[in-house]
């Protein structure tokens, strides 16, 4: 028999660690001078036939951080729902200065092509740098209840958190880091579900296939994320799991996905799920969600770890 453990960013937070998406927003202020007026609204960009980049960090900062400042405001915990709303439309055209409509038509491509072509460096140059300048070297507490719990050899474990809690702190080594590991310098994963429509009008028709690609790079691509990691889920689907604990996990829609393809390939009706929430009111939600995708009401429980600060998953 063997237990699935799956761990969200509550589980990182729990630990005392920097890594919610507000983190990530002080990060991003932290890399230019607020009080200065020198940033230019539109960031300069360049590459050569060899793709090498040239970009001011600082600038890229800058733009960024308004970009999402302008959809979420102060509270980043929708960091990654705000990708598919970024009003990239207003920045083209306000860079739009033709005289008539033909010149500010030309405008707008040649403007939709340089952001497609720097749209990346918000998530594979300022987050990977957030995310793996993260220091997870002094967790203000280990959890000696989930270690009572864990047997190393048979159980799995699937991570949706960036960082080596689990191996440098709890000894595991079998871990899938479904979205990848900041340690390893991997392509991290970050991205909406897909679910808006893009909307143009007059001359800036002619930049919908620049934008709809950025709105493709920034979603999530859960179907080949999974196939990507078949070989974990192969095992685990070819073992007797009886237990499924379920920490830190923000059961947004997007990565509800995976929850389901594990309901459908195990035998839900003997499978219990332990589910923390911090809040007593999401316990419901959350239950709700996991009964959507194939398990058994009367099989979820409620499921804290007293000896971790339990807080709420950003």
Partial sequence: MSNLFVFGNGFDLAHGFDTSYDDFKIWLSEKYDESSDSYESFPKYNTNYKRFESFSFESMSYFFYNLIYNVVGSDWRQFEAALSKLDWVSIIENECYGSNYKERMFQAEDIAVQIRDFAHVL??????????EIDISHPKSISEELIGLIDN?????????????LEKHYNINNVCHIHGQSSKHDSLIVGHSGKDKIEFD???????????QIYEDYRKDTKNIYKKHMDFFNKLYNNNITNIYIHGFSFSDVDMFYLKKIALKLDTSVVRI????????????????LIRCGFHNINIIQFRLSDINDVCEI
């Fill in 123 to 132: 998530k594979d140059s300022l987050f990977k740098s957030w995310a793996e």
């Fill in 202 to 212: 007059s001359y800036l028709t002619i930049t919908y296939s620049y934008i709809r």
């Fill in 153 to 165: 050899e048979h159980d799995y474990f699937l991570n949706f958190n960036y960082t080596d809690t």
């Fill in 274 to 289: 332990h589910l923390h929430s911090y809040l007593e009111e999401d316990f419901e939600g959350f239950k709700k969600k």
